[in-house]
């Protein structure tokens, strides 16, 4: 079974940054779009950042000009840097790689990042 590994949460104050990264088989990376959803407190879970395979990005109004997704193939990781952090951040983050022909979707286990005010 595919694993997607996450790391790089944690509690954060106000103002503050944090990176997360997601780790993938490297034998599937190159085929996936990758994204970072996140549940917090109560809501529902929602996509905050996609890098397709070709790079292009896209982002949750939210989190624009705050957050930037990116990826390397080397190393077959996807990361998402979140800078001027806010509470409303707080939330479980969870990595997705999603091919789409045949559509498959694999989840990292969360990650927890807590935002202090």
């Known amino acids: 079974q595919v694993q997607l590994v996450e790391s790089g949460g944690g509690l954060v104050q106000t103002g503050g940054s944090l990176r997360l990264s997601c780790a993938a088989p490297?034998?599937?990376?190159?085929?996936?779009?990758m994204n970072w959803y996140r549940q917090g407190p109560g809501k529902q879970r929602e996509l905050v950042a996609s890098v397709a395979v070709g790079g292009s990005t896209a982002y949750v109004d939210s989190v624009k000009g705050r957050f930037i997704i990116s990826r390397d193939n080397a190393k077959s990781t996807a990361y998402l840097q979140m800078n001027s952090l806010h509470p409303d951040d707080t939330a479980i983050y969870y990595c997705?790689?999603?091919?789409?022909?045949?559509?498959?979707?694999?989840w990292g286990q969360g990650t927890q990042v807590t935002v202090s005010s």
């Open positions: 490297g034998s599937i990376f190159r085929f996936c779009d």
């Open positions: 997705n790689a999603h091919i789409s022909m045949p559509r498959r979707d694999y």
